[in-house]
């Protein structure tokens, strides 16, 4: 099997397993595992440590879930896996190909941050652009393209899961593309603080932890926020940023919060912060989310037309908040509906995976739009056919918003499936559900209305 595809494969698997197995194990064991090879019979891991080949050695209904989901990604038909350590497996290690891009070519010493690496998933391509990133996106391939001319710091701030882990790989990426030779350096804050703490403690005589920074022409800050009440870390922060900043190096931060918002830190470096440019990331809309998961499926190699467009925007909008709670999303249905693997995923396949959320209906439900339609339209003295039409007459846009309303309210239908059957596009259909959510705060006359009509559906 082509190397790539087999890493491809042994992603997919270890993505199976997230969805199957608690947070912590999987991190603890699964995480890190890696596949070393593979013939008709067996496949060879690598553990990271003795402790998780003891914990694999030991858990044989761990060990066969483990196989059965790689005979299951694979479609193989293995009858055993093998456990290695690092140390056992030295020689073929190097064989195994990883998706962490390697720091050999660099000068950058790694007796800092040896943990952090550049992740080569995470680039430009594979990162959907909307108005709430494009800011971010341009000035990003702009410092990428021309590091320290312009905007320097590059400051990206945005709430958890919008993406901004997956710019500052991006920028590494996209750099290094460029001038592999580059010493590109991507840190997390916290790992700086660690590195900083076992620093002052006297295990890295050999070169100085200023000295290591000299060496490095872009670095990548992930989450400075927690550089906050870290009085003396940040000392030696702002020695390091000024002294790369002086030099013409690029620095790109990212941060939950603007600067101005980052309290228990210095002025001076806030101010720093603000030196080049900050930017914000927004929540996406439906239509980038829908977009984004679109473009995850792909990556995947999946085929997309077996996936229901409206199954996508029903998700899209149930997780609208975090795309990484959104690709969690998608991981769940893949793993829900893996075992049949070219079935055509529809939209109460989505719903039915989705089910334990709150206000889900279940998809078999008795009552569906045309009903709610049906009484309201009785209600007002409208067949279902003019509710759905372009009438444009007062009365009738009143039933339609209405309906619109009651269809999302009882049924939990996504704007897009509502907006199907009336013909009408997604964002007509929130402007009418909002404006019947107003209504009924401030009119009783209405408010009365839509706890008739709800009664009268719930008998149906
Ligand atoms: P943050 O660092 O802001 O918390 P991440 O960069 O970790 O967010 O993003 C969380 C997940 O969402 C990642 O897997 C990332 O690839 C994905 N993601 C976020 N925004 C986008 C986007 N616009 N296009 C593609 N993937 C995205
Ligand atoms: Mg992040």
């Given at each position: 099997m082509v190397i790539a595809k087999q890493n491809s494969n042994w992603k997919k698997t270890l993505q199976l397993l997230s969805t199957k197995i608690d947070n912590h194990t999987f991190e603890s064991f699964f995480e890190d595992l890696t596949l070393s090879s593979m013939d008709d019979n067996q496949a060879t891991l690598i553990v990271p440590s003795p402790l998780a080949k003891q914990f694999f050695s030991l858990k044989s209904d761990t060990s066969s879930m483990l196989l059965n989901a790689i005979n299951q990604v694979f479609d193989s038909h293995l009858k055993k896996i093998s456990f290695l350590t690092?140390?056992?497996?030295?020689?073929?290690?190097?064989?195994?190909?990883?998706?962490?891009?390697?720091?050999?070519?660099?000068?950058?010493?790694?007796?800092?941050?040896?943990?952090?690496?550049?992740?080569?998933?995470?680039?430009?391509?594979?990162?959907?652009?909307?108005?709430?990133?494009?800011?971010?996106?341009?000035?990003?391939?702009?410092?990428?393209?021309?590091?320290?001319?312009?905007?320097?710091?590059?400051f990206i701030y945005s709430k958890s899961g919008l993406g901004k882990t997956h710019l500052l790989h991006a920028?590494?990426?996209?750099?290094?593309?460029?001038?592999?030779?580059?010493?590109?350096?991507?840190?997390?804050?916290?790992?700086?603080?660690?590195?900083?703490?076992?620093?002052?403690?006297?295990?890295?005589?050999?070169?100085?932890?200023?000295?290591?920074?000299?060496?490095?022409?872009?670095?990548?800050?992930?989450?400075?926020?927690?550089?906050?009440?870290?009085?003396?870390?940040?000392?030696?922060?702002?020695?390091?940023?000024?002294?790369?900043?002086?030099?013409?190096?690029?620095?790109?931060?990212?941060?939950?919060?603007?600067?101005?918002?980052?309290?228990?830190?210095?002025?001076?470096?806030?101010?720093?912060?603000?030196?080049?440019?900050?930017?914000?990331?927004?929540?996406?809309?439906?239509?980038?989310?829908?977009?984004?998961?679109?473009?995850?499926?792909?990556?995947?190699?999946?085929?997309?037309?077996?996936?229901?467009?409206?199954?996508?925007a029903f998700m899209a909008e149930k997780f609208s908040h975090n795309v990484r709670e959104l690709e969690g999303a998608l991981n769940r249905l893949l793993f829900a509906l893996s075992s049949n693997e070219n079935k055509y995923i529809s939209l109460d396949d989505v719903k039915d995976t989705f089910s334990f959320l709150k206000g889900i209906q279940d998809s078999k439900k008795k009552v569906n739009e045309d009903d709610i339609i049906s009484v309201v339209g009785e209600y007002y003295h409208f067949d279902n056919e003019s509710i759905k039409s372009k009438d444009r007459r007062a009365q009738v846009a009143i039933a339609r918003r209405v309906s619109m309303y009651l269809c999302r309210a009882m049924l939990s239908s996504s704007f897009t499936e509502i907006g199907k059957i009336f013909k009408r596009d997604h964002s007509t259909v929130i402007t009418a559900v909002k404006k019947v959510e107003k209504e009924i705060k401030i009119n009783n006359e209405m408010l009365n209305a839509v706890n008739d009509l709800k009664k009268r559906i719930k008998a149906l």
């Open positions: 690092n140390e056992e497996s030295n020689a073929l290690k190097k064989s195994v190909e990883t998706n962490v891009r390697p720091r050999e070519n660099s000068n950058v010493k790694t007796t800092f941050f040896s943990n952090c690496k550049i992740n080569k998933n995470y680039t430009f391509d594979n990162f959907v652009v909307g108005e709430c990133n494009r800011e971010a996106v341009r000035a990003s391939l702009l410092v990428a393209n021309n590091p320290a001319t312009a905007y320097n710091p590059l920028i590494a990426n996209y750099y290094l593309e460029k001038h592999p030779k580059a010493n590109v350096l991507y840190i997390t804050t916290d790992a700086f603080i660690d590195e900083f703490v076992k620093y002052c403690k006297g295990n890295q005589e050999d070169i100085s932890m200023r000295e290591f920074f000299q060496d490095v022409d872009l670095l990548l800050v992930d989450d400075i926020q927690f550089l906050s009440d870290k009085t003396k870390t940040a000392e030696m922060f702002f020695y390091i940023f000024s002294s790369l900043i002086n030099n013409g190096r690029q620095i790109v931060l990212t941060s939950d919060r603007q600067p101005s918002d980052l309290r228990g830190l210095e002025e001076r470096l806030v101010s720093r912060f603000y030196m080049g440019l900050t930017v914000k990331m927004n929540t996406p809309t439906t239509d980038t989310l829908i977009e984004i998961l679109n473009r995850k499926i792909i990556y995947r190699g999946l085929d997309i037309k077996l996936f229901d467009q409206d199954g996508l």
